[in-house]
């Protein structure tokens, strides 16, 4: 009875401890995955927090500065002012007819 007792007692509480670790629904095993999830989700929350802050900024721009709106305007759509002269350049692209020398 005392072997019993002895073999028993150090059975339950190694597959005490093997449960607390590996088993269950809080494992070391799926905290380590939680933990490793809210990670990723905090970098990803940081990035958002960048870009809207960046795109407030813009939209602050679009709204009270005029002249973010003009350089928008001449790139964008090529307007200009009246009494401005527009010169658009290009690159020279080979003739068929021949070639000068």
Known sequence: ???VKRL???TLLGLAV???LFGGEYSLLELRKARSEI???ETELTVLREEVAYLRAWADSLENDSATLERIARERFGMIREGEILYRTSEPSDSVGGTLQ
């Open 39 to 41: 990670e990723a989700q």
């Open 18 to 20: 093997y449960y607390a």
């Open 1 to 3: 009875m005392a072997k």
């Open 8 to 10: 028993v007692l150090p």
